[in-house]
């Protein structure tokens, strides 16, 4: 009776060591899956960081917009003035895609760049404009109360660009904004037009809360 007590308690503990031996085994399995993850790169289960992750705060527009202080206004957008480290192609399409962003703020009537060119190609007048006295002679012949215009530069990375509003009719500076975008060629396209954007029109803003 003693002899089959002592052979259960042996047998009992033995089935507890297999139990351990497999528990530790399948816990090595769930690891080397784990690693086998990220090794080969499972973005099904691996969160990815957040710096890859674009930056939304540059794509939303200013709050306030409704006190924007020209409201309503037709508006032509000519092409930046090329000030050095750029090309004026590159400043063209920059001065397309400013036309764009601009346009989804939905604050002024922009007249096409395609349509404003067509008009002062036939007058024999240059679309490109760095300067009130050119950007007001421009906004006489499209027949539109403000003209955007400015200039862009480029060292190394750091791309500037001035951007300013000239009321045609009196001939006078009514918002300027200059902004700087650290980046590749494309993004300043992509994003620094968006930010050239947005800092317009905050300075717009400013202007009408300090009127």
């Known amino acids: 009776m003693k002899s089959s007590k002592r052979f259960s308690f042996s047998r009992l503990r033995s089935w507890g060591a297999v139990v351990a031996v497999i528990g530790t085994l399948l816990s090595c399995c769930s690891c ?51 000030r050095g480290g750029v090309s004026a192609n590159e400043v063209a ?3 397309d895609r400013f036309e764009v962003e601009f346009a989804k703020a939905n604050v002024q009537r922009p007249v ?3 349509k404003m060119k067509e008009v002062l190609d036939l007058q024999k007048f240059s679309a490109s404009c760095g300067n009130a006295e050119c950007a007001i002679e ?3 012949l499209l027949n539109v109360e403000y003209m955007i215009y400015g200039s862009v530069s480029r060292i190394n990375r750091l791309s500037t660009v001035n951007v300013y509003m000239t009321s045609v009719e009196k001939g006078e500076v009514v918002v300027s904004a200059a902004v700087d975008y650290e980046g590749s060629p494309e993004g300043f396209i992509k994003n620094g037009a968006k930010r050239a954007v947005n800092a317009f029109l905050k300075s717009a803003l400013k202007k009408r809360a300090s009127e």
Request: net charge negative; charged share 25%.
């Open 93 to 95: 399409t920059f001065a």
């Open 32 to 82: 080397a899956v784990m690693f086998d993850e990220v090794m080969h790169g499972d973005t099904d289960t691996v969160a990815k960081p957040e710096l890859t992750k674009p930056s939304s705060r540059e794509e939303r527009l200013p709050p306030g917009l409704d006190r924007y202080p020209f409201k309503g206004s037709t508006v032509a957008v000519l092409t930046f003035d090329v």
């Open 112 to 114: 096409s760049r395609s």
């Open 138 to 140: 421009a906004g006489q």
